[in-house]
């Protein structure tokens, strides 16, 4: 009966040994399917992340070069601005400046026949008194005329220029130098850094 109930007690362990080995290799195995989940969330989870943040990388790229053609643009059209406003004001430089020298011009303009005038009648008055007051007139013009750079056109023997001269007579000639010249000047004429104000009214000579 000893003998049995031993057979039977060793049977019993082996059976208990076998579960416990069953048992453990079901929990090593268990545990290595969780390792093997828990790999496969981290693996999802970087991918994820990757994704993420090449999608954020690109969308920087993109808002980059967006920002730097807009840099590009508000550039050329501060460039555009700048030049234009280099443009109005250039010429709104020239225009004043054209504006006063017509308005200059036109006021000078007027003192030249009192000019004309004053000159005719010193060749006229006989009385020195009255001459002189005359003379004194005639000479603040001309101190106007030399302070603003008024200058009389050259005429008398100088060759006939169209530009400067109004022929209202020809004289005939035989003498070649004398040919094309001014013999008379009827009328002074006069100038203001290069603007006729008025042309020498003369006679030319002509073969």
């Not at 828990?38 to 070069?65: G, H, I, Q």
């Not at 008055?125 to 013009?141: F, K, L, P, Y």
């Not at 056109?153 to 006939?160: K, N």
């Amino acid at each position: 009966m000893a003998k049995k109930h031993s057979k039977k007690n060793t049977a019993i362990n082996n059976d208990d040994v076998k579960e416990d080995a069953i048992s453990k290799e079901s929990e090593e195995k268990i545990d290595i399917e969780m390792e093997i989940e828990n790999y496969k969330k981290t693996v999802c989870f970087l991918r994820d992340e990757r994704d993420a943040f090449e999608e954020a990388a690109e969308k920087a790229k993109k808002d980059s070069e967006k920002f730097k053609s807009a840099a590009i643009d508000l550039k050329n059209q501060l460039e555009i601005m700048q030049n234009d406003f280099a443009n109005y004001k250039r010429r709104t430089l020239d225009q004043t400046a054209l504006i006063k020298a017509e308005a200059q011009a036109t006021l000078i303009s007027k003192f030249i026949p009192v000019l004309d005038i004053t000159e005719k009648a010193l060749k006229m008055i006989t009385d020195e008194s009255t001459a002189e007051g005359v003379r004194m007139i005639e000479n603040q013009i001309k101190d106007i005329f030399t302070s603003v750079g008024v200058t009389e056109i050259p005429a008398l023997d100088e060759y006939f220029n169209p530009s400067y001269h109004n022929a209202v007579l020809r004289e005939k000639t035989d003498d070649d130098e004398m040919d094309g010249k001014v013999t008379e000047v009827y009328q002074k004429g006069y100038e203001l850094n290069g603007k006729i104000l008025r042309p020498s009214v003369v006679k030319v000579a002509a073969k």
